[in-house]
């Protein structure tokens, strides 16, 4: 499989092979509210926007939660916990589309990836 990331909503975040639990209220010692429990990196910063938003790259779809990553690297999911888009420092992304159906994030029906330079697979 493709191990892609993907968001169970209100409940857990899956990235990098590691799943965190969703806690908006949760913050460490310093008072850093990451939106993950127990995720004390201050680089790392989950939220929820409600209404969903338009892709950054105008690609088509909106998000729901988006996952800033130390890198600086964001990761977009849509309302069900797909991952839509993945956009690095540079303006360079990685746009995910689905075939029709499938449903979340536990089986969802990948239809392509295409990259900022129009390169599908």
């Known amino acids: 499989g493709l191990k892609l990331p993907h968001v169970i909503p209100g409940a857990s975040v899956t990235v990098g ?9 949760w913050t460490d010692a310093k008072g850093y509210k990451s939106g993950l429990r127990y995720l004390n990196d201050h680089d790392v910063q989950f939220e929820l ?9 105008g690609n088509r779809g909106k998000y729901t939660y988006k996952l800033l990553q130390g890198d600086g690297s964001v990761d ?7 991952p839509i888009e993945h956009d690095d420092l540079f ?7 689905y075939a029709s159906g499938g449903g979340g994030p536990r089986n969802f029906l990948l239809d392509y990836i295409e990259d900022a330079w129009g390169q599908r697979i």
């Not at 092979?17 to 209220?25: L, M």
């Not at 926007?49 to 790259?57: D, R």
């Not at 977009?76 to 797909?82: E, I, L, P, S």
Request: proline content about 9%.
């Open 49 to 57: 926007k409600n209404p969903a938003l338009p892709l950054p790259s």
């Open 91 to 97: 303006g360079n992304y990685i746009y995910y589309s």
């Open 17 to 25: 092979g590691r799943t965190y639990a969703i806690d908006f209220g």
């Open 76 to 82: 977009y999911f849509d309302a069900t916990g797909k």
